[in-house]
């Protein structure tokens, strides 16, 4: 299975990307799909995640607000649409795949390549 980021760029603060993410390979039955980032120098942190129904959302306090994650399975796809950003949402964000209904960086199952971010004051 290969995950495929896009959608990354350089915004002003107060700006909206859409990062999309496609799998290939298999249909990722039954698998939670979601987003990390990770900020120079930092570690990688959980930023959404939602199940194969989509009856489990979740989001990371700092984003909670601001971006939405969603899914369409027959696309084998997910995306996070990113409203208000600023800079401390700047960092290359990465998709993720795992069976697992909670996402957790170091049990990932199937990563994508990542896309960078950047939020200009």
């Known amino acids: 299975v290969q995950l495929q980021a896009s959608g990354g760029g350089l915004v002003q603060a107060g700006g909206s990307l859409r990062l999309s993410c496609a799998a290939s390979g298999r249909t990722l039955i039954g698998y939670t799909m979601g987003w990390f980032r990770q900020a120079p120098g930092k570690e990688r942190e959980f930023v959404a995640g939602i199940s194969w129904r989509g009856g489990t959302i979740r989001y990371a306090d700092s984003v909670k607000g601001r971006f939405t994650v969603s899914r369409d399975n027959a696309k084998n796809a997910v995306y996070l649409q990113m409203n208000s950003l600023n800079p401390e949402d700047t960092a290359v964000y990465f998709c993720?795949?795992?069976?697992?209904?909670?996402?957790?960086?170091?049990?990932?199952?199937?990563w994508g390549q990542g896309t960078l971010v950047t939020v200009s004051s």
């Open positions: 993720a795949a795992d069976r697992a209904i909670v996402l957790v960086a170091k049990g990932i199952e199937y």
